[in-house]
């Protein structure tokens, strides 16, 4: 037997099973008209040919392949899908025979069957990329966790700015700095006017209530992220504006 996918205008063999010489048939291509596949496709219900090799129509390479096998009879119906068949499945006979009405009945009950199987190992594989998807934004979710955590972390143990995103650089694999860091005192924290902010390379973004100040990766690293960074630094920028006011 041959299963035989529709792709474009040829037929690609998909699987094959009882042949003498199965790997030659793996990578065979044929026109999706040619043969007893392109009748199936064509009147789009089982065709059996008793005499096959007689029809002029046969793909030479694919003649040559059944000569070698000794094939002389075939019957084949379409593998049905959403949108019409998706491809063909062949069976062969060594010996001279016709295919009755009941046999051909049976072969496109197994298509429906093989058509079934295929339907669900696509919802499996569906699955499976769902699973894979879930399981990165899972990875992704702790790692954002981790850098949030380090950066925290050491802000809450007195670190500078500068020390504190040095640590969570390390866990987050990307260097992360502020540029514009906030000038001292209690009510500004931009740089000095006449100063110039450097441009980060990579990505930055502004740490809110901080005047021209960002937060800046350099690396890659999602926007939502450096947000997150960026409002945690404020934070402390905030903490330690309260702190100079009550002294």
Do not use: C, K
Request: proline content about 5%; aromatic content about 2%.
């Amino acid at each position: 037997a041959v299963w035989l996918d529709v792709l474009g205008d040829e037929l690609h063999v998909r699987a094959v099973s009882g042949l003498i010489q199965p790997d030659a048939h793996q990578d065979l291509r044929m026109g999706r008209d040619a043969g007893l596949s392109g009748l199936v496709l064509a009147r789009d219900e089982p065709v059996a040919a008793t005499d096959y090799l007689e029809d002029t129509s046969v793909d030479a390479r694919l003649r040559e392949l059944l000569q070698r096998e000794g094939i002389a009879s075939l019957a084949g119906a379409p593998l049905q899908g959403p949108d019409g068949a998706e491809g063909v499945l062949v069976v062969m006979s060594r010996h001279r025979r016709a295919f009755d009405s009941h046999e051909l009945r049976v072969l496109l009950a197994i298509t429906g069957i093989a058509q079934a199987l295929r339907q669900r190992s696509r919802g499996w594989e569906g699955m499976r990329r769902q699973i894979a998807a879930l399981s990165q934004r899972a990875n992704a979710a702790e790692h954002v966790q981790g850098t949030v955590d380090a950066l925290s972390t050491a802000l809450l143990r007195g670190n500078s700015v500068d020390r504190a995103l040095a640590e969570a650089s390390d866990v987050l694999g990307a260097r992360l700095h502020v540029d514009g860091l906030p000038t001292p005192g209690p009510s500004t924290y931009g740089p000095q006017p006449e100063e110039e902010s450097v441009p980060a390379l990579g990505m930055s973004v502004p740490i809110p209530g901080a005047d021209r100040a960002q937060l800046a990766a350099e690396g890659a690293v999602p926007e939502g992220e450096l947000h997150t960074l960026a409002q945690i630094v404020a934070l402390n920028f905030a903490r330690q504006r309260a702190s100079v006011e009550t002294e």
